[in-house]
């Protein structure tokens, strides 16, 4: 909703929407200076499949790629990390000044937590929902090759405004977690991303599909996208 300095103190206020046996609905509003400036509605569904059920499961297989450190892997330590000392290791293929040249709008990296304590099935999840917002806005103007940092004049604004994540099964973050994303579409300012995201033992743990809001100055002429 509005900008929010980052060197000054945030208030976030949380109040329940829905609760059930099933599902949790909750508002998540922050304040800055008595000024709202985010909102976001969060809900929570659990997934309790009957025990019969359990033996009927597929998932799409894993790409056929190297982990960060093996000998063929094409993976590299992005020496840039990520803004405000994020907790997140992230082997990319492409430093952000490839970025400058349009390719299609599809990207695959590789996710590591450095925090090597064990933690709950809950808190596991909530650090793999931090890691589907690494770099996914980057994929959505990839083909028209536009860099993330720094932005230039002409990207006016880049923000995500709906994320939906599905929890398939656990994963331990302090392993390499790849992320396999595409944007499947860009049109009316807003592009829609979806992501697949894999374990170091090849499982599908988690599906994300989240929208991104973009502004162009529409005065610049851009190159043709590259599909």
């Avoid at 994320?163 to 977690?177: A, G, K, L, T």
């Amino acid at each position: 909703m509005d900008c929010v300095d980052k060197t000054r103190t945030a208030t976030f206020k949380v109040q329940d929407n829905a609760l059930g046996s099933r599902i949790v609905s909750r508002t998540v509003q922050c304040f800055q200076d008595e000024r709202l400036a985010m909102q976001t509605v969060c809900s929570f569904i659990a997934q309790k499949a009957q025990d019969f059920q359990a033996q009927f499961k597929h998932q799409t297989p894993m790409p056929e790629i190297e982990q960060p450190g093996a000998g063929n892997s094409a993976f590299m330590l992005d020496p840039q990390g990520y803004p405000n000392e994020f907790p997140v290791k992230i082997w990319v293929t492409e430093l952000d000044s490839d970025l400058v040249t349009p390719a299609p709008a599809k990207q695959r990296i590789w996710l590591e937590s450095p925090d090597k304590r064990t933690h709950s099935e809950q808190f596991q999840q909530c650090i793999l929902a931090l890691f589907t917002d690494v770099h996914f806005t980057r994929v959505i103007v990839r083909p028209f090759g536009i860099r993330m940092a720094p932005p230039p004049r002409h990207l006016r604004k880049i923000v995500s405004i709906d994320h939906h994540i599905w929890f398939h099964q656990s994963v331990d973050p302090r392993r390499p977690i790849l992320v396999d994303t595409e944007c499947k579409q860009l049109g009316a300012g807003r592009g829609v991303v979806q992501s697949e995201m894999y374990a170091h033992d090849r499982r599908l743990v988690a599906t994300v599909v989240q929208e991104g809001r973009v502004e162009i100055d529409p005065h610049v002429r851009l190159p043709s996208p590259k599909l």
